[in-house]
């Protein structure tokens, strides 16, 4: 049986995070990695730029489409002590405005030729990605290279981004699940830069000015920092060229290095407790540090994690939801960073139930380890 046309488009837009994240794991020496690791990909070609610039072409042909996406090997980690959110709102107004277009061009033009453009900071990196029709290549690609390379973060913009972020944050205390990511990170990591928002707070975002952004773009945003990933239509060395001609006169600059301390495990037990008095359900974490996502043994822990709470039918999901109706969903996750993440269970349940459902979480959690997996739940 054939696959889709959306089933096709999918599994683009894998492909270029797939290559992405292989670059993050591996960018000195993808090929080895892929071959090391046993993951097979479709033919692809690295090329690596005069200024620095990584640069990750796959052919598909299957359908007229062009999938690429950036990353910038920095993120919320490198913001500034005091002033955490910078490098997601440096991301965030990327679109906004650049030397040759508005933000309403931008807009417009995204929407003339159907093409999507955006981008976002996480804790190791900043990302993006771009989608656009075969047709329209030359003009997607100009508009996303123009992005990219020329933001001018006007302050309008800035400032009502800034607004809108706060407002976001302070509005989503009003739900546990809202703000429990954070007040868990925060917890376990304490002073680690693991354990700062990513998205800032009310404390931090306030004190953050357009200068701020444009010195973190000028910082971080450099082709020596910067990995681009394109999988689609095309023809690889008609795209060299179009890379080379739009990104080689990027200039290369020093990026200073964030320097990240291994953290620390929490010993002991630990309980911290968040009184929401209107609230009719409980919203819990239960975790620790797990691994970084170089370590070597991360296919096997993530075969053993879907089995225990990675997938509607997991072990978690199954006690918590199918067979005692406490919850509508349990999970477990490994959070993979650039040095060790967290490990959580992560569920919740009505108030009167809650201490049924963390005896029953850590119940499951020491079954995994006393009985191990069967081959039948394999």
């Not at 992405?20 to 990909?41: E, I, N, R, Y």
């Not at 290549?137 to 020329?150: E, P, S």
């Amino acid at each position: 049986m054939g696959i889709t046309l959306m089933e096709k488009n999918q599994m683009i837009r894998r492909l270029t995070a797939i290559i992405l994240a292989m670059a993050v794991l591996a960018s000195s020496d993808l090929s080895a990695f892929a071959q090391t690791s046993g993951l097979k990909l479709p033919q692809y070609k690295t090329v690596r730029l005069k200024n620095g610039l990584t640069v990750l072409l796959m052919e598909q042909h299957e359908i007229p489409l062009v999938s690429m996406g950036f990353l910038v090997k920095s993120g919320s980690t490198a913001d500034p002590k005091g002033k955490e959110g910078v490098a997601s709102m440096t991301a965030g107004l990327l679109r906004k405005g650049t030397k040759a277009r508005t933000s309403d061009q931008i807009s417009t033009e995204l929407d003339f030729i159907g093409g999507q453009l955006g981008a976002f900071a996480g804790v190791d990196f900043s990302a993006g990605r771009a989608e656009f029709v075969r047709k329209d290549l030359t003009k997607g690609f100009d508009i996303f290279a123009d992005v990219l390379l020329n933001p001018t973060f006007p302050q309008d913009e800035f400032t009502k981004l800034q607004k809108q972020t706060i407002d976001g944050i302070t509005a989503s205390k009003d739900q546990a699940q809202g703000v429990i990511s954070n007040y868990f990170n925060s917890y376990l990591y304490g002073d680690h830069p693991y354990g700062r928002p990513t998205s800032g707070d009310e404390r931090s975002l306030p004190s953050i000015t357009r200068d701020d952004i444009a010195g973190f773009y000028q910082s971080f945003y450099s082709p020596s920092n910067t990995i681009l990933s394109i999988v689609g239509d095309f023809n690889t060395v008609e795209m060299e060229k179009l890379v080379n001609d739009k990104f080689g006169s990027w200039p290369s600059r020093n990026v200073p290095q964030t320097v990240l301390p291994e953290p620390a495990p929490v010993t002991g037990k630990k309980l911290l407790l968040v009184d929401k008095p209107d609230s009719t359900q409980t919203y819990f974490r239960i975790g620790n540090l797990g691994i970084a996502r170089n370590n070597n043994d991360r296919v096997y822990i993530n075969v053993i994690n879907t089995l225990f709470g990675g997938r509607f039918t997991s072990m978690l999901n199954d006690a918590l939801r199918v067979s005692s109706g406490l919850t509508y969903g349990a999970s477990s996750f490994f959070d993979q960073r650039k040095v060790r993440g967290t490990f959580a269970i992560a569920t919740y349940t009505r108030n009167e139930t809650t201490e049924k459902a963390i005896d029953m979480s850590l119940d499951i959690l020491k079954r995994l380890h006393e009985r191990k997996l069967s081959a039948k739940r394999i």
